[in-house]
């Protein structure tokens, strides 16, 4: 998880969409007719803006909805620009004294560690292979859900290896929690168990892929 004054990429982002929808305000000022001369530039905007703030809690939250409260059309047909931009600025406040959560993550986390119970049960019961296609899922979509909290891009069909590869990286900032080769040891595990490779591995080896994989959720999902 990032740190409490928040992850850098998401910071950066907050600043750089702060000081366009200044530049943005300005051009309105002087000329409302603006909005549709340089429709593409406006929508642009506002459509980065809303991905961000979904970023950092679900689509419900109070950022997400003010936003696009004051960038709809008002009675008089007028977009509120001035008071979307202060949503943002209140964010990025509020995102770098820590205090906008990602929630996603929570949500995220509790339901990892559900598909890891059941995976533990499977191992005990000795469907070895169930259970290591269970915890590589896990552990792919846990780590997909953590990308894109820090503010990465992650397609619905990239596999553990790229999105890994894109945490480690020293600009993401969060390299220090989980270690690379390991989890991509879990991900050949999945793999042989999913496409009916040669399936060597012992109950105590999934036994010990488990308890590495929820400790990596843990670290990468939990709060604060």
């Not at 992850?7 to 907050?14: A, D, E, G, T």
């Not at 000022?29 to 459509?47: L, N, P, S, Y």
């Not at 409260?69 to 007028?78: M, S, Y």
């Not at 995976?119 to 780590?143: I, N, Q, S, T």
Request: hydrophobic share 40%.
């Amino acid at each position: 998880m990032s740190a409490p004054n928040g992850n850098p990429l998401i910071k950066q982002r907050l600043e750089e969409l702060t000081a366009e929808g200044e530049r943005l305000l300005e051009l309105y000022r002087a000329d409302k007719r603006v909005v549709v001369e340089h429709g593409v530039m406006f929508t642009q905007w506002i459509t980065s803006s809303l991905n961000l703030l979904d970023k950092l809690s679900v689509s419900t939250n109070r950022f997400v909805r003010e936003f696009e409260r004051w960038v709809g059309p008002g009675r008089d047909g007028d977009v509120n620009l001035s008071c979307a931009l202060g949503v943002l600025i209140a964010a990025k406040d509020e995102y770098s004294r820590g205090l906008a959560v990602e929630y996603h993550l929570s949500v995220s986390a509790y339901v990892f560690a559900g598909i890891l119970d059941e995976a533990d049960y499977l191992c005990k019961k000795g469907y070895d292979r169930a259970a290591a296609v269970l915890a590589g899922a896990a552990l792919e979509e846990g780590l997909k859900s953590r990308a894109r909290a820090a503010g990465l891009e992650v397609g619905p069909r990239e596999t553990l290896s790229p999105v890994i590869a894109k945490l480690k990286s020293p600009d993401v900032g969060v390299r220090r929690e989980f270690d690379a080769r390991n989890r991509e040891a879990i991900a050949k595990l999945r793999n042989d168990a999913a496409h009916g490779a040669e399936f060597t591995y012992t109950p105590a080896q999934i036994s010990k892929a488990l308890a590495e994989v929820r400790s990596t959720l843990e670290r990468s999902l939990r709060q604060g």
